[in-house]
């Protein structure tokens, strides 16, 4: 592993989008379009994070 002067604070999106497990996959996509990002956390309400979609 390299040396690196950042830590994960300095790359992280600060502003959080999620999807809701129930959500369409249209959805899904128009909001990683949107906001630019190519992965959101899915989330179910019952655990913090229930998993992250991404557009691979």
Same mark, same amino acid.
């Given at each position: 592993?390299?040396? @690196? ?23 899904m &996509? +128009?909001?990683?379009?949107? *906001?630019?990002? @190519?992965?959101?956390? &899915?989330?179910? +309400? *019952? ?5 992250v979609?991404?557009?691979?």
């Amino acid at each position: 592993m390299f040396s @690196s002067p950042h830590t994960v604070s300095d790359v992280i999106t600060h502003t959080v989008a999620a999807v809701g497990l129930w959500a369409s996959f249209k959805d899904m &996509v +128009g909001m990683m379009r949107d *906001r630019g990002v @190519s992965a959101l956390p &899915v989330l179910d +309400g *019952r655990v913090p994070v229930r998993g992250v979609a991404d557009h691979g």
